[in-house]
């Protein structure tokens, strides 16, 4: 089967099982994380936050859900 002839079967699903699909892919890659490539560029990153003491989060994650709550 064509990448494309699967990407149009999991359209016609129906949302709730297209999401469902979602989270059994995410779970699928989730359970070997050492499979799953990590650009360089992220790693830069990451690295420069963590080795700065003065970075921090400016907002908790509450705070972000009271602020975008209609």
């Known amino acids: 089967m064509s990448p494309d002839t699967l990407r149009d079967q999991i359209m016609q699903l129906a949302p709730a099982e ?3 699909l979602v989270e059994d892919i995410w779970d699928s890659l989730t359970a070997s994380p050492s499979d799953i490539p990590v650009p360089d ?3 830069e990153k990451l690295e420069r936050r ?3 003491p003065n970075e921090q989060a400016t907002l908790s994650w509450d705070e972000v ?3 975008n709550r209609p």
């Open 18 to 20: 297209r999401l469902q």
């Open 65 to 67: 859900r009271r602020k």
């Open 50 to 52: 963590l080795s700065d």
């Open 41 to 43: 560029w992220h790693r």
